[in-house]
């Protein structure tokens, strides 16, 4: 596709249940980024995949929080035992180069995350 | 951990100049950059600056760099009702890709 896209648009969870979130980033984009941004508040860093491998998880709150990108394309993000406070949008992005590039990371729409 | 701060609101005129005003706590930033993201939609990245730029201009947007004071500034000229959004000032680190983002500047422009 033209952009960067994430599916769902929308989700809403019951406490405790696992979510699966998905972000199919641009064609040739090998860095690939996850973030959370609440209500009011900027977008907070979560995970950073250069190809495969994640170069960066240091901002995942805890263990219940784990992303993958098996063939350095298609990223999920992956959320077991949903807590009310993880409600927010989670936003993807993905650029050309990683670090130290200048190059211009596209944002998806997001997933509204909804824990009830 | 590094921060970004943002004041949160800011109300203008149509026609008038918004000036938004971002400071930062990373030195080793490498890049700053603005991004403006209306109700409902994505992130959208306007403008960026390198480190070693003091100044940047791209059409209505002129972006500004005091490095030695980690301040940063958008100003939007001749500000239009289009203009109402949320701006939001980041910098990316050198040693990493991920951007640190502040909470976000609201611009509201009233006709």
Same mark, same amino acid.
């Given at each position: 596709?033209? #952009?960067?896209?994430?599916?769902? =648009?929308? +989700?809403?969870?019951? +406490? ?23 209500? #009011?508040?900027?977008p ?12 960066? /998880? =240091? ?13 350095? =394309? ?11 406070? /993880? ?10 180069? #990683? ?14 995350l909804?824990?009830? | ?5 943002q ?7 149509? &026609? ?12 080793s ?10 109700? &409902? ?12 730029m ?9 972006? %500004? %760099? ?21 701006y ?9 890709g ?5 909470? &976000?500047?609201k ?5």
């Amino acid at each position: 596709g033209a #952009g960067v896209s994430q599916t769902p =648009s929308n +989700k809403v969870t019951e +406490k405790g249940k696992y979510v699966e979130l998905r972000c199919d980033p641009i064609s040739g984009h090998t860095a690939l980024y996850w973030y959370r941004q609440s209500l #009011g508040q900027g977008p907070e860093f979560l995970i950073y995949f250069q190809g495969t491998g994640a170069a960066d /998880d =240091s901002g995942l709150p805890n263990d219940r929080f784990f992303a993958v990108r098996p063939e350095g =394309s298609v990223s999920t993000l992956k959320i077991q035992r949903t807590e009310r406070g /993880d409600s927010a949008v989670y936003l993807c992005a993905s650029s050309l180069g #990683g670090t130290g590039s200048s190059t211009e990371a596209f944002f998806g729409q997001g997933t509204r995350l909804t824990v009830v | 951990g590094e921060d970004v701060e943002q004041s949160l609101f800011l109300s203008v005129r149509e &026609g008038d100049s918004s000036v938004i005003n971002c400071t930062y706590t990373d030195s080793s930033s490498t890049y700053l950059y603005w991004y403006k993201q209306e109700p &409902g939609a994505g992130l959208q990245l306007l403008t960026y600056i390198f480190s070693n730029m003091d100044m940047k201009q791209d059409q209505r947007l002129t972006v %500004l %760099l005091n490095k030695k004071d980690k301040h940063l500034s958008l100003r939007i000229a001749d500000t239009q009702t289009g203009d109402s959004a949320i701006y939001f000032c980041a910098s990316r680190g050198g040693s990493q890709g991920n951007l640190i983002f502040g909470k &976000g500047t609201k611009l509201s422009v009233k006709p």
